[in-house]
């Protein structure tokens, strides 16, 4: 069953660092997404990706984030300056065009020091 | 941003009985998705709803589309230890949002053998 995948699964950085979190969403779809969960919490969206471009984006997409689809099969997340409270776990999701069912992969835990 | 309301916060039961959560929002929805997330792991799409009073299962579980549209209801009969986890509504306006999913409180289930 084709499913979303992300790399790393664990990333360290100390503060100031620039980190990139991959993801492989599932391959005919053509809606992507990043997430964000602080430990306990809730999913926090984060941002949408289509067409080769953002959709839509939340309060915590500020100037420090980007997002690109590098190549046909690549979604990448990538933090500029990392902070502290940039530590969480960060999750890609996917959907197909005629759904809105999104799957999630299984997740970068992100730890900045 | 949209605010959704899982109760209960916490559940404790025993195997076998049977488990009823919601979902509630400050504002319609046109659908509505339920996931399981295990300690440390992505979500895991369980049940989508598209329609208001729809009803829709998926082996043991059954979820509701609240005809309010600011509702949602999952129920879980005879429940087993796999059943334990974190359960998450998540709700779409796509008229207003387009794209942007957002995420419940979280239910979180531990079942007694």
């Known amino acids: 069953e084709p499913e979303v995948t992300q790399t790393p699964s664990h990333q360290v950085t100390q503060m100031g660092q620039e980190v990139i979190l991959r993801c492989v969403p599932i391959?005919?779809?053509?809606?992507f997404y990043w997430y964000r969960q602080i430990l306990g919490q809730k999913v926090e969206f984060l941002v949408s990706?289509?067409?080769?471009?953002?959709?839509?984006k939340s309060e915590i997409f500020d100037d420090q984030f980007s997002v690109e689809r590098p190549d046909g099969s690549n979604f990448t997340l990538k933090i500029r300056s990392t902070k502290l409270e940039d530590s969480a776990m960060y999750f890609c999701?996917?959907?197909?065009?005629?759904?809105?069912?999104?799957?999630f992969g299984p997740g970068t835990r992100l730890t900045v020091t | 941003g949209q605010q959704l309301n899982q109760s209960p916060q916490s559940m404790f039961i025993q195997e076998g009985e049977d488990v009823s959560m919601n979902c509630t929002s400050s504002?319609?929805?046109?659908?509505w998705l339920w996931y399981k997330q295990d300690p440390g792991e992505g979500p895991v799409l369980l049940i989508a709803?598209?329609?208001?009073?729809e009803l829709t299962s998926n082996g043991r579980l059954t979820a509701q589309f609240g005809i309010t549209r600011k509702d949602s209801f999952l129920n879980i009969s005879a429940s087993i230890p796999s059943d334990v986890g974190i359960y998450f509504c998540?709700?779409?306006?796509?008229?207003?949002?387009?794209?942007?999913?957002?995420f419940g409180t979280g239910t979180s289930l531990t079942v007694i053998p």
């Open positions: 998540a709700g779409l306006d796509t008229p207003n949002t387009g794209n942007q999913f957002y």
């Open positions: 999701a996917s959907r197909g065009s005629f759904t809105y069912e999104q799957y």
């Open positions: 391959s005919n779809h053509l809606y």
């Open positions: 709803l598209y329609k208001a009073g």
């Open positions: 990706f289509y067409n080769n471009e953002i959709s839509e």
């Open positions: 504002s319609i929805f046109n659908t």
